[in-house]
């Protein structure tokens, strides 16, 4: 017990720091932050600094990397699934972002969510650790492109949701999961020194990843030969569907 309370304590402290990184400016001083800061002047910073709907909340190096792996499936029928509804207006943003033909589908644990379903996207009640629930929403979508899991962002959630969802990616999918600082924290299942964080985890991925070059029996068999690519920023890792094919090296040019 007295362990419980000190990890609720050190989150709780943990949580308090990531307070203080909030930008309480204008819409106006949010669009500057974002361009003068990070030098994003792409279409969701727009989308995002006169969005004047239901409530979004994003970290501001999110949009850049949003579009840096997104924007070759806008204006296209693409089927995304946002895990974590919320307020709603995340839904929102993707419609005006990936256009009309988009097939958007966001799941949420919370009932209240239900009232946004039909607006910018079909909505489904349930959790993301329900496999036969997630099964149903992929089937209902008829497949899906892109996940964007910014769910529960506890450790357990995330790594059931990322082995049971990432092989029914199309093959060309991607798979974004976002808000990984909670893979520091105990409350979330994580740690600095936890196996169960999140990028401790995908160190299996990336190993699977080289199997050409080592004899060792796969990390996460559920992915092995279809992750072709592994991306980790801050606080968000992206991963890349695609058939892995065995690696060919030649030599040309020279005297």
């Known amino acids: 017990m007295a362990q419980g309370g000190a990890t609720e304590r050190q989150d709780s402290r943990k949580l308090g720091r990531v307070r203080q990184f909030a930008f309480g400016g204008t819409p106006g001083e949010v669009r500057a932050h974002i361009r003068d800061t990070l030098g994003y002047t792409g279409p969701l910073l727009d989308l995002y600094c006169e969005h004047a709907g239901r409530v979004i909340t994003k970290w501001h190096h999110y949009l850049p990397l949003y579009d840096r792996y997104f924007a070759r499936f806008r204006g296209r029928p693409v089927r995304m699934l946002e895990i974590g509804v919320f307020k709603g207006g995340s839904l929102d943003l993707w419609r005006d972002y990936l256009g009309p033909e988009a097939v958007i589908y966001g799941i949420d644990i919370d009932p209240k969510c239900a009232r946004f379903d039909g607006i910018s996207g079909q909505v489904r009640i349930g959790s993301q650790d329900d496999l036969a629930f997630l099964d149903a929403v992929v ?117």
Not at 191 to 211: C, S, Y
């Open 139 to 255: 089937e209902e979508m008829g497949g899906i492109d892109l996940v964007l899991d910014d769910g529960s962002h506890h450790m357990a959630h995330v790594w059931t949701t990322l082995r049971h969802l990432f092989p029914r990616l199309s093959p060309s999918g991607s798979y974004m999961i976002e808000d990984l600082h909670t893979a520091y924290w105990p409350r979330f299942g994580g740690g600095i020194e936890a196996e169960e964080n999140l990028f401790a985890r995908l160190r299996g991925v990336v190993d699977d990843l080289h199997f050409p070059y080592h004899v060792s029996a796969p990390r996460v068999p559920e992915l092995k030969g279809l992750v072709g690519g592994v991306h980790i920023h801050d606080s968000v890792a992206v991963l890349d569907r695609a058939e892995q094919k065995p690696p060919v090296f030649s030599k040309v040019g020279g005297a």
